[in-house]
């Protein structure tokens, strides 16, 4: 009695905590309201003006017709709102109190009202940060639009933007923003993508709201049955704590199952877009008290294809089940099955569906951004510059020209012209490195010009206009003529002898030098043998008629040449995460990359907006594919799986040693290695390679790349790239490929593979790691060994990480252990080994001049011997 009063008491207690914690660090911003903060009596949510989060727009109210009392359930932030009818972007600027990399749900809402009185639906982009996020469109004046997204913040900011695209005034009515656990609502992209949201569904019949005080991360949830379902619940209470997704009692309490015990429950959802990439989040509880001879067993499959199962929900407790890989395509359909031996039909109590939205553009490059603001706020600039000052394309701020054909925006034109600028030339337009064209004419500047930017103008880097009356040059005034009037001629002039000398200078060194690799050129790729028209490219794939995968670049078609030989085309998408310039990376370094482990370059295509890569075509897919599917898996012995591996090794082990200056691959994980007819394996995507120096053995890089769950975790920390982060990522696959486990395994928690194993392996226990699809058919020693090189490739620090001549040879060694199990019974001679791991093979004479040789044993190629 008295412990059961003390429970409540204790549930209580966590109640009010957890309505506190929902107003702390929530940002709730109704937008266009000229008064003071209020609490949202419907939902007990403080509003507060938007002032604080924009200077531009202007504040209206909807039409009365819409308003309360001819409209008694009008949310109240709703009522008002702010329209943007200057500037093509305007921003709302937000500061997550958990700063950058935190997770975070923001929700905007739009109710047009006929606020402006014309009785015209606009429609308008949203974009967050950077990136496109959704298209605001309308159906009526009364419609309540709402968009949702989680993602990640790319900085200490967050920038919501409108952007006006011709289609009437943008304008919106609220605005709010909700920290969620950064452990939650993972995905195989990592914070490279956000998810917009396309269903949250409480299944069953509740009679709640949808939003809950319950719900710490105050979604709103949309109530969902079907006639073919029969409702369950239960009053009792559940444990939802356990996972970081907190799903509200009145959701995960109420549930639906199958009316039609043998019938499946299915949930379909569908778009447009072929190339839509969606992550599903399923919630279950039990909420019946199941008998002695009564069971609840089911499994579930997305598409048809098995995703998890069989699966017990557990009683009155939470739990979470999502697609580990992305799900991509038009059409959708979530499955529960119940097993043979259940008892009864499957359950589902909510469920929530996304789509995935790639991050493919970059913010402006720091400094340049931090300096154009600086600009901002000292001279008070009364033009609309909000979010970003580059991006999104074709949105920088007005006066402004930026470069995108790197991979962060540089600033490389300002035009300040006519804007009544006083005051000195501020020294921080210094810090703007790209600029070449800076106007300053039409102000009341004054003073003298900084001295960098002045050199820079003398040199011909930049081109600078100011007004002369009150503006010296740095020291005499004479000078100032000089800087001041910008001759464009006598420039390119300037330029074209600096360009020149520079030309000259440069032969000259390379001469001296002597070991200097051949710098890539476009003459390389130029070379008629190689190149294909577009036309030829649809020719040789029919159309792009069969699809064979997706990777980071876009969609791989099936293709074939005249000469009947199949290939794999890959084409260059618009929303590819990477652009045209990794494109040009990847078809220069395959040009001049043989090697029998990488995967061959056949052709590419460049023609004005199609690009595309034309390779061998590889029948066995990737390596990740294989090890994911059950049979193919269940197939692949420990020799197969240490051939696999020693191929890749001397892929790698060429790309670090065999190339001079040294390749690093960056993104190397199980999807970039593909497998022939024969399970031969071969090493793919070379977009993030670069090249490096043969005197620098580190460098430091702007932007970290690569996948989650493969990333060097030095590299990612300190962005310090070596050889060794590829041989981190290398030792990745090498686990996957003894587990069977994929890099980051999501069962109750997520948890990243080398972390599983180690925990794992302190019970000294070989079984509990190594895949049981291989039966334990292999010999402990060699898949012990295996584990110990995997180990001593995913040290955290780079500096005792093993190199991959090291691994190849000891993988070797592996091999040979497995081998010799065998040898009782099949003797395998080591003619026949070296047969299969032979030296490399050389299909362009070219190849000698970039890549050593480094065995002298003749050059073999052939299937393994099987
Ligand atoms: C909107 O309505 C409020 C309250 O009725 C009023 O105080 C405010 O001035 C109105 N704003 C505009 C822009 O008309
Ligand atoms: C306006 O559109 C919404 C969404 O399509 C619809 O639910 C609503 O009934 C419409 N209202 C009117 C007045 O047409
Ligand atoms: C935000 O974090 C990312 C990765 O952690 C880092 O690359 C970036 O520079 C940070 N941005 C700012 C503005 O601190
Ligand atoms: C909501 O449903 C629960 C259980 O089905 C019931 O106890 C409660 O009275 C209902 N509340 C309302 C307001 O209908
Ligand atoms: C708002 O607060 C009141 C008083 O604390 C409470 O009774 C009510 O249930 C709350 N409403 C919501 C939606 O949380
Ligand atoms: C986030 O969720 C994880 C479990 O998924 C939990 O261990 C952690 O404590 C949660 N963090 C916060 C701040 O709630
Ligand atoms: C239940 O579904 C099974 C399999 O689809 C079917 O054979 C059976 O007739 C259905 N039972 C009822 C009562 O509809
Ligand atoms: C989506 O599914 C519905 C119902 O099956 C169908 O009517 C509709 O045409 C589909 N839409 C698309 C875009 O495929
Ligand atoms: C449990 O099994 C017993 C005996 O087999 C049977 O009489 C009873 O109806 C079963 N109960 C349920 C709930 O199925
Ligand atoms: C459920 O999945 C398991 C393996 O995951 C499989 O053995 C079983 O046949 C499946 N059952 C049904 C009914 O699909
Ligand atoms: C500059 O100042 C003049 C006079 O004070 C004013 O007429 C003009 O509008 C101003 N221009 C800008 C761009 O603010």
Redesign the pocket.
Known sequence: MSTGFFLLLLLMLCASSVRAQRRIDFISIDCGSPSKLYEDTDTNITYSPDGDYIDTGINQNISSEFMYPKNPNLPLPLSDLRSFPQGNKNCYTLKPEAGNGSLNLIRATFLYGNYDGENKLPEFDLYLGVNFWSTVRFENASDIVTKEILGFAESNTVDICLINKGLGTPFISALEFRPLNGSTYGTEFGTSASLVLIERLDIGQ??GTGRYGDDVYDRIWSRHSSPSWDPV?T?SSITTYENGYRVPLEVIRTAATPQNASEPLDLYWNTTDMNAQFYVFMYFAEVEKLGKNQSRKFNISLNGSPLFGPFTPRYLQADVISNSRVLVGKDHEISLHKTEDSSLPPILNAVEVFQVMQLVESPTYGEDADAIKNVKTTYQIKKIWAGDPCGPRNFSWEGLECNYSISLPRIISLDLSNNNLTGPVPQFLEELKSLTLLNLKGNQLSGSVPNALRERSEAGLLVLSVDTKNLCGSGSCKKKKKIVAPIVASLVAALAVVIVLMLVWKLRRKRESGTEAEPFNKTAIASKKCQFTHEEVLDITKNLQTSIGKGGFGTVYHGCMKDGTQVAVKMLSASSTQGPREFQTEAELLMRIHHRNLASFIGYCDDANNLALIYEYMANGNLKNSLSDAERSSQMTWETRLHIAINAAQGLEYLHHGCKPPIVHRDVKTANILLSENLEAKIADFGLSKVFASDIETQVVSTVMGTAGYLDPEYYNCQRLNEKSDVYSFGVVLLELITGQPAVIKSDEVIHIVTWVSSELEKRELKSVVDQRMQEEFDEHSVWKALEIAMACTTSTSQHRVTMDVVLSELKNCLEMELSRHRERTPTSTEELRAAFGPYNHSSPEVLSMCTDSTNVDSVTGPFPR
Do not use: A, K
């Open positions: 509740g009679n619940s009053s």
